[in-house]
């Protein structure tokens, strides 16, 4: 049983974000509420459903399977699952979006397990600053974290930057002069209106086109097309070819019209995409057909026709969606 997924509007899709968890040891204010309360045991999915779904999707041409959350890294049984996941016949990239603060456990297993490539959250380089921003983050570990990812052999470690007007937009080079120091890629984030998180959105948009205008009167900056195989837009900088800086603008340049993924929910829904309420119930047809992907996959085909052509957010703040983002799979 294999076919290729494509939604209404002629969009293939080949990469599927996998969230593991919406549990999370920190409670970033652009992400969460800070009194933000999980799923109970009984209404997620367990190891062996993610296995399934990943490997229903990688039979029908998903090629990149991204693990998310919450944080993935505090899923028990999360480096097995990769192992499983890697070995999927067929499937291309197993890659993770991860806080990084475990990293110093978790790296050397997490590449010996097969995850290719990570992508580390990293807002401020000031202690005090990273503490505000994730509410209870200690920057020091995600810093130990990204040094024991590239010892563990890891290539293109990619820091992902939400930037928040004034918060950290000040730290744009200084985070871009870490990146190099460091040879890792760099992605400014526009953050984006999911979930009542307690604080405005209204004011706080820095947009992407302001963190170029800042980068470029430090650095030559070259156009690129190349791409990773989700939303960034790069560009390389003359003096430093290790590093590339990515731009994820659903604000400023929407990116949705080659949109290639969709996401599957830890309660097991299968969201169409980020910026809409609409899913299909995974967990369950897993359940009612513990050994038969055909039903599943009909349903899977009905609601991908009704993939929503592009988001609708906003830029005026207020919640949009919601649904917050680490209940998303981000
Ligand atoms: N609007 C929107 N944002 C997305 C989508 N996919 C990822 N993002 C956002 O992009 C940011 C970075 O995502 P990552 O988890 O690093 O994944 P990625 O950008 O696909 O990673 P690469 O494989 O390195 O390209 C997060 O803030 C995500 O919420 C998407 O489909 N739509
Ligand atoms: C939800 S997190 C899950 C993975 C992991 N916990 C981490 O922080 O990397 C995935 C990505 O979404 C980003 N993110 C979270 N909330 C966001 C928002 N409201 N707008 C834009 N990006 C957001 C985070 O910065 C992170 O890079
Ligand atoms: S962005 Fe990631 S690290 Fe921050 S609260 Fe959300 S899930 Fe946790
Ligand atoms: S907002 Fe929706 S349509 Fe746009 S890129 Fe993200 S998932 Fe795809």
Do not use: W
Request: hydrophobic share 35%; net charge positive; glycine share 8%.
């Amino acid at each position: 049983m294999s076919s290729t997924l494509i939604d209404g509007f002629g969009r293939k899709v080949d990469y599927l974000r996998l969230s593991v968890t919406d549990r999370c040891n920190f409670r970033c204010i652009y992400c969460m509420s800070e009194d933000m309360t999980f799923l109970p045991q009984e209404h997620i999915l367990s190891l062996e459903e993610i296995q399934r779904c990943a490997e229903l999707f990688v039979a029908n041409g998903v090629r990149k399977i991204r693990l998310t959350g919450g944080e993935p890294l505090n899923r028990k049984g999360i480096v097995g699952l990769c192992e499983k996941i890697s070995a999927t016949p067929g499937l291309k990239e197993l890659v993770m979006t991860t806080n990084g603060s475990q990293l110093t456990k978790y790296a050397r297993p997490l590449a010996a397990a097969g995850v290719q490539r990570l992508n580390i959250s990293l807002d401020s380089l000031c202690p005090k600053k990273f503490k505000a921003m994730t509410r209870v983050g200690e920057l020091q570990h995600v810093l130990d974290g990204i040094q024991a990812a590239r010892q563990a052999g890891f290539k293109n470690v990619k820091l992902n930057c939400v930037v928040i007007q004034g918060l950290n937009d000040d730290e744009v080079l200084a985070l871009t002069d870490y990146a190099i120091n460091h040879q890792l890629d760099i992605t400014f984030i526009e953050e984006m209106p999911l979930g009542n998180v307690g604080r405005s959105r209204a004011t706080s948009l820095f947009s992407s086109d302001k963190v170029r205008t800042r980068l470029a009167q430090h650095y030559a900056l070259l156009d690129s097309t190349e791409s990773s195989g989700g939303p960034a837009r790069y560009l390389r900088l003359r003096d430093h070819s290790a590093t590339r800086i990515g731009f994820i603008s659903p604000h400023s340049h929407n990116f949705c019209s080659t949109c290639n993924r969709v996401r599957i929910t830890v309660e097991g829904k299968l969201l169409l995409c980020l910026g809409n309420e609409h899913s299909l119930d995974l967990l369950t047809l897993l359940r009612r057909y513990p050994a038969d992907n055909a039903p599943i996959l009909e349903r899977i085909h009905s609601a991908l026709y009704n993939k929503p052509e592009k988001h609708h957010f906003n830029s005026e703040g207020e919640v949009q969606i919601l649904r917050f983002m680490n209940a998303s799979g981000g």
